[in-house]
């Protein structure tokens, strides 16, 4: 708990010279203005009596666009319900019954002022673990007023904390957000020890029972030089506070994740103090993704949605693991473009062209954020994928594809296990799968990927970098056509 975590103050990282080259370019910008006044050429008056008329006309079309869309009934009555982080009532809750109820059971006991047990809810994306665990801790917390308990749900989303430290803080500000009461710490140039102390501060002095969600929690990995990653030590130290006497309330924590190995890699000592009750989420079927969204219908308007816009949405949803955020996107984006577009109904060929576009936003977000030789691994496996009957490439031809891409931008090539290992860790983003496969008793294994999303739209993203749209399309597809013939 010493400083290791801690968070060095970021200066500014403008240098003396950056200023000086700032102010330089400021000064030529005005020694031209003024330069231009005096040309014979210069711009005369009924030339800028002319140019404001110009832009007064401008600026009244764009009121007026405005002021139109503002009069336009459109074809989305409540956006809220369209949106797939919006907790909605009880009854539009469809094909969780299971989980629903045991999420409830375990919970529930905090109603009575005493500790719940710990949850460790783990299944794919959009399968309704963060909407399950939302619904009952909202009605937990209802009910608690009535009964004078101070009951507080701190919730935060693990994927873009990259630090203990930082992890720490954010809690920290939920904590003070849902107590509405200010924090005494600042966020950076303290120890996390100090952060630590802070939220026991604030929870102690403002609940009686909390309950902490953390969402996507396998994604806090922290730094690498540490002998365990940083979701590890974080639910340690959450476990422990209550045995060490930090913490007075009553405390329970949800560790909510994709992936569903996350537990393999939770130290010994965490795993002891933790010891979850775990509840497994399975993906949605096509039939419950229609009914998830028939009870969303009601966002739109009455009879503005065709009668095959629901069926394809869901049917595209269920190709991707069942997820029910991306049903819900697939009909909102639809809605959006139908808007956009004039029409008076939200027909199939909005959906479809809902499907591309959530679809390349989808890769375009996971891919922002990894390193280049992820996607260098990302690229060739999609590059065979793409080229195969059954949209799935093996991991032997993948690589060979791989080595060829960097030896092409002159890139660092690594051994077939990293190349594995780092497809492996884009399972986590549910954008590829894997399965193990053999040509037969006398031959070796090897890996099959699948892919969540289609493959060219994957490659589309992909060679949006810079270094990746240096290599030839055509000969990546001749290498890859090649390696697939000397498949055995």
Not at 449 to 455: G, L, N
Request: charged share 30%; hydrophobic share 35%; with cysteine.
């Amino acid at each position: 708990m010493g400083t290791d975590d801690s968070d060095r103050s970021r200066a500014d990282s403008r240098t003396p010279e950056d200023e000086t080259i700032t102010n330089t370019d400021f000064r030529s910008e005005s020694t031209e203005s003024d330069v231009s006044e005096d040309r014979p050429d210069s711009t005369h008056p009924e030339d800028i009596s002319e140019s404001t008329t110009t832009t007064e006309k401008s600026a009244q079309s764009i009121e007026d666009m405005l002021l139109e869309f503002d009069d336009e009934e459109g074809l989305i009555r409540d956006r809220s319900l369209l949106d797939p982080n919006y907790v909605v009532e009880e009854d539009r809750i469809v094909g969780r019954d299971e989980q629903l109820q045991e999420v409830t059971k375990m919970l529930r006991v905090a109603l009575g002022d005493n500790r719940p047990p710990n949850l460790f809810l783990y299944g794919p994306s959009g399968t309704g673990k963060s909407l399950i665990t939302k619904a009952v801790c909202n009605n937990i917390s209802r009910i608690c007023d009535s009964r004078d308990i101070q009951f507080g749900t701190i919730e935060v989303n693990c994927q873009d904390l990259d630090t203990l430290g930082v992890a720490v803080y954010e809690l920290v500000q939920q904590a003070a957000d849902e107590a509405n009461v200010d924090i005494q710490v600042p966020k950076h140039g303290v120890a996390t020890k100090e952060k630590w102390d802070e939220l026991y501060r604030i929870v102690n002095e403002n609940f009686d029972s909390v309950v902490f969600v953390l969402d996507e929690l396998d994604m806090l990995v922290g730094r690498r030089d540490k002998q365990e990653p940083a979701f590890s030590r974080l639910l340690y130290q959450l476990s422990r506070a209550g045995a060490n006497n930090e913490l007075s309330a009553h405390v329970s924590v949800v560790a909510i994740s994709n992936d569903t190995k996350m537990m393999d890699a939770v130290g010994s000592r965490a795993v002891s103090s933790f010891t979850p009750e775990d509840v497994h989420f399975d993906d949605y079927d096509a039939n419950q993704l229609q009914s998830i969204l028939r009870r969303r219908e009601d966002a739109f308007y009455e009879d503005v949605v065709d009668d095959d816009v629901i069926p394809l949405a869901a049917a595209f949803a269920a190709q991707t693991h069942g997820d029910a955020r991306k049903a819900i996107d697939l009909i909102r984006v639809a809605g959006e473009l139908a808007e956009r577009q004039g029409d008076t109904r939200v027909r199939e060929e909005h959906v479809r062209a809902a499907q591309a576009k959530v679809e390349k936003n989808r890769v375009l977000e996971v891919v922002r954020g990894i390193s280049t030789q992820k996607k260098l691994c990302l690229y060739a496996t999609a590059a065979v994928a793409a080229e195969t009957d059954t949209g799935a490439a093996r991991s032997t031809t993948g690589y060979r594809v791989y080595q060829f891409l960097t030896e092409a931008i002159d890139a660092d090539q690594y051994h077939q296990e990293t190349y594995v290992n780092k497809m492996k860790e884009l399972t986590t983003y549910s954008l590829v799968d894997f399965e193990r496969r053999s040509h037969g008793p006398s031959s070796g294994m090897f890996l099959e990927f699948q892919f969540a999303e289609r493959p060219d739209t994957i490659l589309e993203t992909l060679r949006e970098d810079s270094r990746l749209e240096m290599v030839s399309e055509d000969e990546v597809q001749s290498v890859v056509k090649a390696q697939i013939r000397n498949q055995t």
